[in-house]
């Protein structure tokens, strides 16, 4: 059966009169159609009997149907119908919900979770792919194999239903911050508004791409403060690394849950619960084996990067931003020896001074290393180069309460500290921290 109604709205309005119309029939038989007994009227009647309980049944497929149909038009309702822009992610909702896409759906769903997904979209047409991407966004958002261009669609569907839902609870704030996320140029590979939220977003062109960065921020960072926030230092790397090669493209990545507070941050436990979300995060993106990969965590988003590389991440570079530790004691326990592994850090950040968990806890409660505290610090680990962060003209006992955050831009040390980053990333000559101190 195929539909071809304005919207939603009256999609639900025919299938909502489907089911009263079934609900009358079977009241004026005295439920005796519903339930397949003998018709109570006179004997002339009986023959319809039967016919009566087939429409009933027409009418309840019908109508399940026919909303089916609706919330694929709704999802095109949140787009709306532009009079004089691009409606091609409105179309294809719309081509879906009339059924022009049923066997394409039905062969999508069919799929499963382990199915060859690039196959699958590289035999649709374009109005067809867009559709299932569409109609299907919760699960093409993050998968494997989807291309770029469709993941990138999807999620942003994936937006548009927080922020209805958003602006139908009254939200405001998240609303706005969700519209934020609906400009045009953004290019989310991840989206996830349930519980802390999860987000991963990329500059540049991924599929083209010679270098591409991963990085992990710290302690503190949700979707709820993405907008205005770690997005910032997703736009300063991507600047500095794009500033010596185009042919770069940058992913900041929130797959799972990060300590929001000081006290969680001493644990390894949600690095332990993201480090495989990670590996298989950067594993779907199938990225080419020519292209070079970095892999940069600040803060506590280092332990994620390390625990990630530990279980078996793979990438060209490895590099610790103002790190408590990748969770190992040696560079060896990384069991990466093809990675270059790198560690910055100000000489003023106050990371320097947080002792871990386990020479604190540990004097009055035996933990083990596999629970709190994350190993040696990166900087003074052998095998590990100590990248020049702009800072080495500073006292090396001083602390500035500002340092740590300041790797990605704003004073002359932290935009010296990014360009140090780039190098790296685009493969031209850094410049370490015994270079720079030499320098003085």
């Known amino acids: 059966m195929t539909f071809c109604l304005a919207d939603a709205a009256s999609m639900r309005l025919l299938a909502s009169r489907l089911d009263a119309a079934a609900e009358e ?26 016919p009566l309980r087939n429409l009933v049944e027409w009418c309840h497929s019908s109508a399940a149907e026919i909303r089916r149909r609706a919330a694929v038009a709704a999802q095109a309702d949140l787009i709306g119908w532009n009079p004089t822009g691009d409606n091609a992610a409105y179309d294809a909702l719309m081509t879906a919900a009339a059924g022009g896409l049923d066997d394409q759906l039905a062969a999508f769903d069919a799929l499963g979770a382990e199915g060859d997904a690039a196959a699958f979209f590289a035999a649709l047409s374009s109005v067809q792919a867009l559709g ?17 261009e469709l993941r990138f669609a999807a999620n942003r569907q994936l937006v548009r239903q927080a922020h209805a839902e958003a602006l139908r609870v009254g939200d405001k704030a998240t609303a706005a911050r969700y519209a934020e996320l609906l400009n045009p140029d953004r290019q989310l590979l991840l989206f996830d508004p349930r519980g802390l939220g999860k987000i991963a977003e990329v500059k540049g062109d991924l599929a083209t791409a010679k270098n591409v960065a991963i990085l992990v921020p710290g302690t503190g960072n949700s979707l709820m403060n993405y907008v205005g926030g770690s997005e ?15 042919d770069t493209a940058t992913i900041l990545w929130m797959g799972a849950p990060l300590p929001q507070g000081l006290g969680a941050a001493v644990f390894d436990l949600q690095a332990d619960r993201g480090a495989p979300q990670l590996r298989t995060f950067v594993g779907d993106l199938r990225i080419a084996p ?86 040696e610090d990166p900087v003074y680990m052998s095998g590990v180069q100590r990248l020049s ?52």
């Not at 029939?25 to 009997?49: C, D, F, K, M, N």
């Not at 490895?318 to 190992?328: D, E, K, N, T, Y």
């Not at 740590?404 to 031209?428: C, E, K, P």
């Open 290 to 375: 020519e292209v070079r990969t970095t892999l940069i965590g600040h803060s506590y988003g280092s332990v994620v990067t390390g625990h990630a590389v530990k279980a078996g991440l793979r990438a060209d570079n490895l590099i610790a931003v103002a790190s408590p530790g990748w969770g190992v004691e040696s560079a060896d326990e990384l069991n990466a020896p093809e990675t270059k592994l790198f560690a910055m850090r100000h000489q003023g950040d106050i990371i320097k001074l947080v002792p871990t968990a386990d020479e604190t806890l540990g004097m009055f409660v035996p933990l083990p290393d596999s629970i709190a505290g994350h190993g």
């Open 25 to 50: 029939i079977s009241r004026l038989q005295g439920a005796s159609v519903a339930v397949g007994l003998p018709l109570t009227a006179s004997p002339e009647l009986a023959h319809y009997e039967g």
């Open 132 to 148: 299932v991407a569409l109609a299907r966004a919760a699960q093409v958002g993050a998968r494997a194999g989807v291309p770029f």
């Open 232 to 246: 910032e230092i997703l736009e300063a790397v991507h600047k500095g690394a794009i500033g010596l090669s185009a």
């Open 389 to 440: 962060s702009g800072s080495e003209a500073h006292p090396v006992f001083g602390i500035d309460m500002n340092a740590h955050s300041d790797y990605f831009g704003g004073s002359q040390a932290g935009r010296l500290a990014r360009l140090n980053l780039a190098r790296v990333i685009v493969g031209d000559d850094y410049e370490t921290y015994e270079e720079a101190r030499a320098a003085l």
